[in-house]
């Protein structure tokens, strides 16, 4: 039977020749060893890694937050057009907590806040301080030494950021509306974070784990956090989990929250966030002027992850099949 | 031979003795076992899993987008500085749709718009009939029951977004014009949406499938969605399957569009999105008064997502011995 | 041995009657096969892809900038505040090098800037000439034909937006500051990008690799790019390759540069990235007029991706088997 061109050759089957080995011994390791082969199926192939589904973590996600909540910044009402940036409401947004204003700055030269000793510290808070090394041509180069202030070209007066102030005390109860929509592509399914039209409800993870409105100071608690010290970056984690194979009600979201900045406290820059917008206005002579904003803010990510599987029949079949050839069943 | 370090053990060969059995029936059950092992092998894993290439799918994506074209809304000409927020051309933006404004808000007391009894009602379009539960200390607490007015603080006049107003009706007309470079950097290849010069085109999935300039209203047409019944979300996705044995020049992008807010269509959340923001003046003596606007809004999302691929030897040689390995032929 | 139901034949050993072949032809290449089965394990398996590890490249990623610096544009000195868009410090954001400004713009009708015959020429710069197609009913139709010039009605005088203007030159003494935080799920890990307190360092691929304080005209360097020829959108890469395996603080991030517009270089519109935005003013008698701004800027996107790689023995133990079987030691 050397060509196989043959009908006869064809259709025979080879196979190898088997011996059995008839001891207790050599017997007990071998099921030891098929136990062994099954128990890594079943246990971490099966259940825990779920080979018979497949997963579709490349999420379509869709985030939209609205905050609500009065404050009081240096004894004016804020209310969410003040505070919010930016305005449209989105997944990244700041609260803002604490405002250093400086009013009616225009175009001009004026003395330096700082003295010009200070500019030789390592500073990272102003901006001005850092101006002398990078851009001299800004700092016109008149310096009143006696009194130890130099002159800047710019808007002015420059800002002084050493004021004292104190954090927006009502922040703690703002509140964060979350509405996020996804989509597993791979699987075609769609769901909302959102059941039934109750808004006011609020989230807790014991009582109420599926309501999509943050109460802020929840949140701070839920991370240890102190309002006086935050260190200005929260993510609020939406993870998606579902067996599609179950009922598509058991699709919903778990909430969580995180420090994002928690790398960095044991820096000194991890103090705060802050971050400067002016607001524009024009004198009745047309000189432009603004009100310079140095911002103390809290920064909130909203972060949605997801992975969806379902049941899929051919990597089920290629695994029981290397479960049972690895025993030698087949 | 029992010990291994001599030379003539060491270039021996040990295999398997083998029977060969001749039978028809066991031929042909061999043969089926074997063609279902090839056609799994040829058809899942060479042609629909494609084993023979390596995928890239971690993709590096910049979007810029630009929009275009004017409308009117409460009689006012609007262009794009006026309707897109943010302004800087990001993959997601929000088009103003309708606004309600309240006009030379300043600091102070005032009555809220709303009846008491309003306040007990669930609503979630007024921030301020929330904030008598949250933030019972704006409200100063004078209630003139007759009338049924309870007094704020804040800026005043309070806002009354409860006016009808009507949807820009030339928005179906802007164009939306997305510039979209991605990297695969796994291949070291960089593509781009545009090919040539020709900003004239409208994108039309039968006729200009590559032209990057939507036209708001036909993305509208493709979801079939109503303006006036805007569920406030739209993403577009872009999505680049690319073969990279074949033609540089045929990796394009496909373009398809979708209902983010779908999920919640059933909600009365989903009747739209909007949000609120301020202009901010200062009268001749130094009061600080604005314009709040609450802004009706759709919001687009580009979305990119990327695969590539490309040949790559050794998961080609590791699949096709385990295909041949399977069938006994090695 | 029919049966397996009794204990004589459950604890047997059923294995392959095998044949030593002595042969030097035949023994050589058995063990060049096995060589090169082995040389895939080592080599391939577990040296390239590391298979003795599992991988976590679902990173959480955070990332606040701060940019610093002065410039003049047309004569006025621009802080972070004019010139930064948005201001809250996000991973992707923009630095005004260039504005045409068009003052005191308020509601009525004016003569366009552009001649009539130049609508018909495909322009994408200018939006007005755009409108001719798209908005017909915002032209009012009056055309000063001899003169050249077609009425419009909108934010009047209309914009010139082919004034001859100059890129801000302090731009390249410009600092970027990146604040990054990474968290791999799979390992419970986080990491920032900052090290010790020094914000006086500025970064060098050579001399200062890990400060994360960049320099503009070291990045336009690093990219061979011409400030004058900017294409407008920079990537800053943040690579995190961690061996957990390894000291934690060997976790550190790569920085990069690319350039995302390069697929646009042979496109006209690849000169450049602009946007428009307004500042809006309020005229003593109530009046609404704004500055309208063209507002030419490069784009910054920090990117930050991550792979974190941690020792595993449920893949190591599988792969040895598999690389023991496929030799025919097990």
Known sequence: ?????????????????????????????????????????????????????????????????????????????????????????????????????????????????????EHFKPGFSSFLSISVFSLKGRITGVCNTPVGYCEIEGWCPAEDDKKNTTTMAEFVNFTIFIKNSIRFPLFNVSRGNIQ?????????????????????????????????????????????????????????????FTKLNSPFEKNKVSKGYNFRFAKYYKALDGTDFRTLHKAFAVRFEVMVTGTARKFSLIPTVINVMAALTSIGMV
């Open 196 to 256: 039934g039209d109750n808004f006011k409800c609020r989230y807790d993870k014991l009582t109420d784990s599926f309501c999509p409105i943050f109460r802020v100071g929840y949140i701070l608690n839920e991370l240890q956090q102190d309002v006086e010290k935050l260190g200005g970056e929260i993510g609020i984690k939406v993870e998606w989990i579902c067996n599609l194979d179950e009922a598509l009600d058991s699709c919903v979201p778990r909430y969580s």
């Open 1 to 117: 039977c050397t060509g196989c061109c043959s009908e006869t050759c064809f259709l025979t089957y080879e196979t190898n020749k088997s011996v059995v080995v008839k001891s207790w011994s050599v017997g007990i390791i071998n099921r030891l060893v098929q136990l062994l082969i099954i128990s890594y199926f079943v246990g971490y192939v099966f259940l825990y890694e779920r080979a018979y589904q497949v997963a579709d973590t490349a999420i379509e996600s869709s985030v939209i937050t609205k905050v609500k909540g009065f404050g009081k910044i240096n004894s004016k009402i804020m209310d969410v057009a003040d505070y919010i940036h930016p305005p449209q409401g989105e997944g990244v947004f700041s609260i803002i907590t604490n405002i250093i204003t400086t009013d009616n700055q225009v175009q001009g030269t004026c003395p330096e806040v700082r003295t010009h000793l």
